[in-house]
């Protein structure tokens, strides 16, 4: 048990729709990261939050935001969903900014329909 | 474009056998990760290093700064070894901002 929690773990909607995941990081990790791995891009980081701000971006769609609250607790929200959306959307923890080794999550596998 | 190679894609063992997975990337780098994939789909992280060789347990990995590259080996090899091992390296400065080899899907059998 790697201590970040990630829900839901499984999520079937339809085009167009908007979900919400949720991660919770490890006890004490202020950064948190989102990735999404799809069959055909492999893994990908999409952004990371450090302590409530946002910290670097990578290949995160308009469609996609983020945030982390102040609990440190982040969502990813993802709307105007698309087929090619249809991946495993993993959160990962760390307690600083650029160092050590992350805690990934279960996963938030999404189906899109 | 700063990429990540993975070799081999896939790899088929036999209990016992000692298992070398490479990972060459083409700039320099502040930090590599190896991480671990079951089926199931979680992701574990095995190692992060930057020079030299880290051990745990059957679990070694080496990289070497001037060749860009970098190997994961498993002794004695076990069916549970069964996963997808992934390199994932941090360019320069860029945070925790890492980039992805494709994998390399390990199955070991009895």
């Known amino acids: 048990d790697s201590g970040v929690t990630q829900t839901p773990k499984h999520l079937i909607t339809a085009t167009g729709q908007r979900v919400t995941l949720r991660c919770s990081p490890r006890?004490?990790?202020?950064?948190v990261y989102w990735y999404q791995q799809s069959l055909d891009q492999g893994l990908q980081f999409l952004i990371q939050?450090?302590?409530?701000?946002?910290?670097a971006k990578g290949n995160i769609l308009e469609r996609f935001s983020a945030q982390q609250f102040p609990d440190l607790h982040s969502e990813l929200n993802l709307s105007s969903l698309e087929l090619g959306d249809s991946a495993l959307y993993f959160c990962?923890?760390?307690?600083?900014?650029?160092?050590?080794?992350?805690?990934f999550g279960e996963g938030s596998r999404l189906t899109v329909l | 474009k700063n990429e990540v190679e993975q070799s081999p894609q896939n790899l088929t063992a036999q209990e016992g056998e000692f298992i070398t997975i490479n990972c060459s990337y083409s700039?320099?780098?502040?930090?590599l990760h190896w991480l671990q994939q079951h089926p199931g789909g979680g992701i574990v992280s095995l190692f992060m290093?930057?020079?030299g060789k880290k051990k745990h347990g059957r679990l070694i990995a080496t990289i070497n700064i001037q060749e860009k590259h970098s190997s994961l080996h498993i002794t004695a090899s076990h069916p549970r070894d069964s996963a997808v091992y992934i390199c994932?390296?941090?360019?320069?400065?860029?945070?925790?901002?890492?980039?992805f080899g494709g994998g390399t899907r390990l199955m070991v059998k009895p």
């Open positions: 990962a923890s760390s307690p600083g900014t650029a160092t050590g080794e992350l805690f």
């Open positions: 006890s004490g990790d202020l950064s």
């Open positions: 939050y450090y302590n409530g701000e946002e910290r």
């Open positions: 700039v320099g780098i502040s930090a």
């Open positions: 290093l930057s020079s």
């Open positions: 994932a390296v941090r360019w320069g400065n860029a945070g925790n901002m890492l980039t």
